[in-house]
């Protein structure tokens, strides 16, 4: 669902908004964090069933396809597949309602022929995307070891290191409040610069933070620098969402995407396994040492070797 969601996004806004939308997109969804919290907070402890509750919160992710059914299909999609008069109703429904909203619209301009190049994961892999697509694996597979080595494995370090589990779990709450204006940044800041090097500048200032956390022993220095590196994490999150469907063409947009996403996913199986060893092995500070380096290693990835997107029309 992610996958698909920030390929749609990306093809259904225009190219100068993209950013914007996909961070206030995330933004809006990652209320439902806190909310989540709140309704575990007084379901739970009102009877002993009261936990069940929880869950009943969480199935109502099942009236999805009732919102989803409104949404248009992104024209690009059936043009992709020959369905042109599809596509052309489509646009036709978005240009009568955008005129209700801001009149007239500016004339189209020509658009460049472009080639026929192969779908599916055979154009992801072709000679001329395949350097991108490894950047992008890569990028995702040093985001994912850091961001879900810090969020998952936080309060357990603070523990093993001598805090009281309850003050960790309290800490890490307090800090998970930082991602919902991490994401309202990114839809401030994700279109006034190219993305690729916003991700590089707000990963970098993530892996600061996130050292200086792991530096210091002090309640209120560990909350300040957590918070900062949760606000900074989402505020980085949005600005690859935009950026990695806007990579491809529309023919591998969803495959690259999914390919790139996945495989950062499936890295983190690892991830746990090698913080454990870190943590065992070297001790506490040389796990935020290795954190740290997941997101430096992010930042030089986008940075050297990542292409220019920034309002570009999608092909």
Known sequence: MTVVGIAYISEMFPAKRRGTYQGWTMMIGLLGVPATAYVA??????????????????????LIPLFAGRLEESPRWYENHGWLEE??????RIEKSAKSEIGELPPVTN????????????????????????????????????????VAWVPTLLAEHGFSLVHPLAWSSAMAL???????????????WERNWW??????LSAFCGLMYGLTFRMLPIIVFGFLVQMLQHTYIPLLFTYTPECFPTEIRNSGTGLAY???RLANVFGPLLVAFIFTRYGYTSVFFYITSCWVLVAVTVAGFGPLTKGRTLI
């Open 87 to 92: 596509a052309d109703a489509v646009l036709e």
């Open 199 to 204: 991700i590089p500048i707000v990963t970098l």
């Open 262 to 264: 996945g495989v950062g």
């Open 41 to 62: 907070r007084f379901c739970v402890p009102m009877a002993a069933w009261g936990w069940r509750l929880v869950f009943v919160w969480g199935s109502l992710g099942i």
């Open 111 to 150: 658009s460049p022929e472009t080639a026929s190049r192969q779908g599916g994961f055979q154009g992801v892999v072709a000679p001329a995307y395949l350097p991108r697509t490894l950047m992008l694996v890569f990028t995702w597979m040093c985001q994912s070891l850091g961001f879900f080595g810090f």
């Open 178 to 192: 930082g991602a919902v204006p991490g994401a309202l940044v990114a839809a401030l800041i994700s279109d006034r």
